[in-house]
């Protein structure tokens, strides 16, 4: 067996978790329309939260009228919304559209990747304007989503006769917001997230979900996302010696997974904590259980089965890790949304019972398939 070195995995996965921050570019959002509709403090204290960004401070001018609030994962561009008048109409749309979208450095993959446009609720109606310039932003190929701000304003009767004129008049996705308790948890913040995430590039996706308090939705694909990658390392890793859970590579590799899931749901935890839980906590003890179980239900494994058992079961393994971190994730996140007390303890999360007993049902959910695959190997072999 390959001798387990704690330093040489925690440089290793440092080394690749480094590599997997740097991959990711800064995305940038643009919040306009009409002054007063709350966008400014809904977006930064709201949405924004981790970023820790303040309304008025450490902006960065960018045009007439429109700042930039640089935050460490996300760059927001915040307008300072038209006023009634037609001269102040006619004013706002040259600054927003002419010197701001039409400026070169904000067209193409490395510009604005959204534009949320919003309606003050509170004002309980939409102008010509607003769609004039909705159309426009359409036009020149940014993706853009109606924000109605300050639902708790609205009554339904009120709410669905505004949606309606605005659906009459253009097509984008409408989403309902406010920042008031307790509407803030049962409002559109999370498909509006949902939205944002989906019609970024790729690229910019990973930083954008570590700018937000919020969206669940797309943190669990993200995270999902990683698992599976690990799966699929874990299963190249080849056949790795029993018990499996103390190989080297194997723990870097469920390292690695770990972090980033925490990563996603803005939870930081050092490398070598996570490193060393795992080789000592109820998770390696666990995968000694599982694979030993699987090997007992291979009748004459020899040494070519037995080598694809432990790549398979290596995969399974981590899958069930990721999977069942994600669903605690999940809960905890929720929970502190809610305000509700929560205990962000990496040694009391990957060894309480609710983990490992997760682990063993995902695990054994992946069993049956894992031996399928098995099998037929052994007949193509």
């Not at 401070?57 to 760059?75: A, L, Q």
């Not at 990563?263 to 666990?286: D, E, K, M, P």
């Not at 949304?337 to 063993?360: A, C, H, M, N, Y």
């Amino acid at each position: 067996m390959q001798e387990y070195n704690k330093e040489k995995i925690d440089e290793k996965v440092k080394e690749d978790i480094e590599e997997w921050l740097k991959a990711g570019n800064k995305p940038s959002v643009l919040i306009c329309g009409m002054t007063g509709s709350g966008k400014t403090s809904f977006t930064l204290l709201h949405v924004f939260a981790n970023e820790g960004l303040k309304v008025g401070e450490n902006t960065e001018p960018c045009t007439r009228d429109i700042v930039k609030y640089p935050g460490e994962h996300i760059n927001i561009y915040d307008s300072e919304g038209y006023e009634t008048g037609s001269d102040k109409q006619a004013h706002y749309r040259e600054m927003l559209i002419e010197e701001f979208l039409k400026n070169p450095s904000k067209q193409g993959p490395d510009g604005l990747q959204a534009v949320w446009y919003t309606i003050d609720g509170g004002g309980k109606k939409v102008t010509d304007l607003d769609f004039d310039l909705i159309k426009e932003i359409q036009g020149l190929g940014f993706p853009v989503c109606v924000l109605i701000t300050k639902l708790d304003t609205l009554t339904d009767r009120q709410y669905n006769e505004l949606t309606e004129a605005i659906r009459s008049n253009v097509e984008a996705p409408i989403f309902a917001v406010s920042t008031r308790e307790p509407l803030v948890h049962q409002c559109d913040s999370e498909q509006l997230i949902d939205w944002t995430y989906n019609v970024m590039p790729e690229s910019f996706r990973r930083r954008f979900l570590f700018s937000l308090k919020e969206g669940l939705l797309p943190k669990e694909k993200e995270a999902r996302k990683a698992a599976w990658i690990a799966t699929a390392g874990a299963a190249a890793y080849a056949a790795t010696p029993v018990p499996f859970a103390q190989a080297p590579g194997l723990i870097g590799i469920q390292t690695l997974l770990i972090y980033k899931i925490l990563r996603i749901y803005n939870i930081s935890v050092a490398v070598g904590t996570i490193t060393g839980l795992l080789g000592s906590l109820s998770v390696a003890q666990a995968g000694r259980v599982l694979s030993a179980e699987l090997l007992k239900l291979i009748p004459g494994a020899g040494s070519i089965i037995g080598g694809m058992l432990n790549a398979s079961v290596a995969a399974a393994f981590t899958y069930a890790i990721g999977e069942a971190l994600i669903a605690l994730c999940d809960k905890q996140a929720t929970q502190m949304l809610k305000g509700e007390p929560v205990t962000i303890d990496l040694e009391k999360i990957l060894g309480s019972k609710e983990f490992i007993s997760q682990i063993t049902a995902i695990y054994t959910q992946k069993k049956a398939h894992i031996l399928d695959e098995i099998k037929e190997n052994k007949k193509n072999a």
